[in-house]
T-cell receptor
Framework: NAGVTQTPKFQVLKTGQSMTLQCAQD?????MYWYRQDPGMGLRLIYY???????DKGEVPNGYNVSRLNKREFSLRLESAAPSQTSVYFC??????????????FGEGSRLTVL | GENVEQHPSTLSVQEGDSAVIKCTYS??????FPWYKQELGKGSQLIID?????GEKKDQRIAVTLNKTAKHFSLHITETQPEDSAVYFC???????????FGKGTMLLVSP
């Protein structure tokens, strides 16, 4: 049971470089999310996709873009990485779209360091 | 928007003791309150949740209580074990939104 798979697990970038974090889920879930986790800050929502074909900003969207490629895949792109984007990034999915979303299923995280 | 405060940020207990983590929320319309456990190097997993129409829910050694009037909810772990050591996150959601707002997390350390 793969669940939610994120790649890469680790990445080091230089300031100004770009990269894409990939996320795929095999549970036929409708909604997908990208969070970042920083020490003492908890989980903060960057972007989410309530259903295939839609994306919305979360709490901290600046400096990021997302693409819901299909129902399975939701990618997060950093166009010009900054040291402030050093973080652990988590992708998550949930079966239901809209206001009554239930349990979130998380990937194992992608640790990104921007020098 | 919703604001969730979580305390304490770290908690150390001896094996067999009880542990309590508390959260407060700001939006009185919030109606769903889950708790997630994050083990080292892994993603978070739902361990228990409660909806606003009940005041308490138990699952073996874990329980959650909700006080809607005071807008706070708590996680209670009894007979703690070393494998309970992890970071715990509380969260809240308003029915009008499709996303959760998380607290900042509590690192629980259970010493043998």
């Amino acid at each position: 049971n793969a669940g939610v798979t994120q790649t890469p697990k680790f990445q080091v970038l230089k300031t100004g470089q770009s990269m894409t974090l990939q996320c795929a889920q095999d549970m036929n879930h409708n909604s997908m999310y990208w969070y970042r986790q920083d020490p003492g800050m908890g989980l903060r929502l960057i972007y989410y996709s309530a259903s295939e074909g839609t994306t919305d900003k979360g709490e901290v969207p600046n400096g990021y873009n997302v693409s819901r490629l299909n129902k399975r895949e939701f990618s997060l792109r950093l166009e010009s990485a900054a040291p402030s984007q050093t973080s652990v990034y988590f992708c998550a999915s949930t079966p239901l779209a809209g206001a009554n979303t239930g349990e979130l299923f998380f990937g194992e995280g992608s640790r990104l360091t921007v020098l | 928007g919703e604001n969730v405060e979580q305390h304490p940020s770290t908690l150390s207990v001896q094996e067999g003791d009880s542990a309590v983590i508390k959260c407060t929320y700001s939006d009185s319309a919030s109606n769903y309150f889950p708790w997630y456990k994050q083990e080292l190097g892994k993603g978070s997993q739902l361990i228990i949740d409660i909806r606003s129409n009940v005041g308490e829910k138990k699952d073996q050694r874990i329980a959650v209580t909700l006080n809607k009037t005071a807008k706070h909810f708590s996680l209670h772990i009894t007979e703690t074990q070393p494998e309970d050591s992890a970071v715990y996150f509380c969260a809240a959601r308003n029915s009008g939104y499709s996303t959760l707002t998380f607290g900042k997390g509590t690192m629980l350390l259970v010493s043998p």
